[in-house]
């Protein structure tokens, strides 16, 4: 059973740079596992950041950026606001038509 | 406006059935594959299932295999989810999202599934 993972908490200072990461329980993250990203606060649908490693959703501010960074997925966000406090997700497409979120990361401001 | 509208959601005791229903609109649906994605109380997003756009390859995460079945209507720009022999662990909100490069672009709002007797 693949298990992707993600960190379960992570704090930022306001205006600071924060990088999330997305791995595999075993082996690495590649392009070719097409991560996305998503952001949801409590009582609210998710929201899609990046999708296909590096693609920014329509209207999502280029504070947002993905990559891959050594064997992982990775979402930054740079000069961290309050409401992006939030909790975000990393999904990654196994093929087959098979997609596996990772556990989520619950990002504070502070 | 590009837009899902989810449906179908309520009470229902373990062992029984609901048929969830996602309306999609300001898109052309037909092309596209779609996802159902759950989020149970407390609990982070868990991928469900997928159906490609013709509807002829269907995918289900292994804990619903056998028991859920992904379905959609082109001609009604509709996705369904039939949900049978229900336990307390599907209980959860299920989205209903678009798929753009093997990501997920739009979601729904969610619609509520609570099984409990």
């Known amino acids: 059973q693949t298990v992707v993972t993600q960190e379960p908490s992570f704090s930022v200072s306001p205006g600071g740079t924060v990088t999330l990461t997305c791995g595999l329980s075993s082996g690495s993250v590649s392009i070719s596992y097409y991560p996305s990203w998503y952001q949801q606060t409590p009582g609210q649908a998710p929201r899609t950041l990046i999708y296909?490693?590096?693609t920014r959703s329509s209207g999502v501010p280029d504070r947002f950026s993905g990559s891959i960074l050594g064997n992982k997925a990775a979402l930054t966000i740079t000069g961290a606001q309050a409401d992006d406090e939030s909790h975000y997700y990393c999904v990654l497409y196994m093929g087959s038509g098979i997609s596996v979120f990772g556990g989520g990361t619950k990002l504070t401001v502070l | 406006e590009v837009q899902l509208l989810e449906s179908g959601g309520g009470l229902v005791q373990p062992g029984g059935s609901l048929r969830l229903s996602c309306v999609a609109s300001g898109f052309t649906f037909s092309s596209h594959a779609m996802r159902w994605v759950r989020q149970a109380p407390g609990k982070g997003l868990e991928w469900v299932s997928a159906i490609n756009p013709s509807g002829g390859g269907t995918y289900y995460t292994d804990s619903v295999k056998g028991r859920f079945s992904i379905s959609r209507d082109n001609s009604k720009n509709t996705l369904y989810l039939q949900m049978n022999s229900l336990r307390a662990e599907d209980t959860a909100i299920y989205y209903c999202?678009?798929?753009?490069?093997?990501?997920?672009?739009?979601w729904g709002q969610g619609t509520t599934v609570t099984v409990s007797s």
């Open positions: 999202a678009k798929v753009y490069q093997y990501g997920m672009d739009v």
């Open positions: 296909s490693t590096n």
